[in-house]
């Protein structure tokens, strides 16, 4: 079955520095892929969407400045949290759609815990 | 707008127990609906799902969901559970072209679900 990868799976950072988070389908080509954010006990929040050569579309309220999208190529989408504070500690979650794949189905990554000290 | 209410945070049961996981939502237009299911360090998995004609839908690992018009639920049932059905589990909805971003998904805050022996 499809398989999506991130890495890390956990990060530590300290405050005002920037982090990347990867994530990889590694057996088909993801034309849109997905970033998700859950804070605990709440409900994962789409935070954007990109599409492969494109720029991500961003939800509202997410600021785009502070999380950088990239999805440069068919396997790989990167998001970049910049200048993290405390209040960015949270759960990040991708998840990736393929060509000719029906609009629900995503392939969901395992997450990447991040803690902002 | 839509929302998706998950009724109980946690559910514990006992082996061979029937469950039953609780999912309503709010919408004002025709929804599509979801259950993933999350085990410890992987990503989400598509357990089941409706898009149109029967209202039970049967899914993988002997689970199925009724899809409720009237009552706007779409709960998860499951006649017998296993050790290994201890995961936690989240109702998501879709509309098409929601907001111009076709299938994004709604989720909502997730069940986990505890079998114990």
């Known amino acids: 079955g499809a398989v999506v990868s991130q890495h890390p799976s956990r990060v530590i950072c300290k405050s005002g520095t920037s982090v990347k988070i990867e994530c990889r389908s590694l057996d088909f080509q993801a034309t849109t892929m997905f970033w998700y954010r859950q804070f605990p006990k709440q409900s994962l929040m789409l935070m954007a969407t990109?599409?492969?050569?494109?720029?991500?579309?961003?939800e509202q309220g997410v600021e785009k400045d502070k999380f950088l999208i990239n999805h440069a190529s068919l396997t790989l989408s990167t998001l970049t949290v910049t200048s993290a504070h405390p209040e960015d500690s949270s759960f990040y979650i991708c998840s990736a759609r393929g060509w000719g794949s029906s609009f629900y189905e995503q392939y969901f990554g395992p997450g990447t815990r991040l803690t902002v000290t | 707008a839509q929302s998706v209410t998950q009724l109980d945070s946690q559910v514990p049961v006992f082996e061979e127990a029937p469950v039953e996981l609780r999912c309503n939502y709010s919408?004002?237009?025709?929804?599509?609906l979801f259950w993933y299911v999350q085990y410890p360090n992987q990503g989400l998995q598509l357990l089941l799902k409706?898009?149109?004609?029967?209202?039970l839908v049967k899914g993988i690992n002997g689970f199925e969901a009724e899809f409720n018009k009237s009552q706007t639920s779409f709960h998860l049932r499951k006649p017998s559970v296993h050790i290994s059905d201890t995961a936690e589990y989240f109702c998501a909805v879709s509309v098409l072209n929601y907001g111009g971003s076709q299938g994004n998904l709604i989720f909502g805050k997730g069940t986990k679900l505890s079998v114990k022996p």
């Open positions: 990109s599409n492969e050569g494109s720029k991500a579309t961003y």
């Open positions: 409706y898009l149109s004609g029967s209202t």
């Open positions: 919408s004002s237009v025709s929804v599509y």
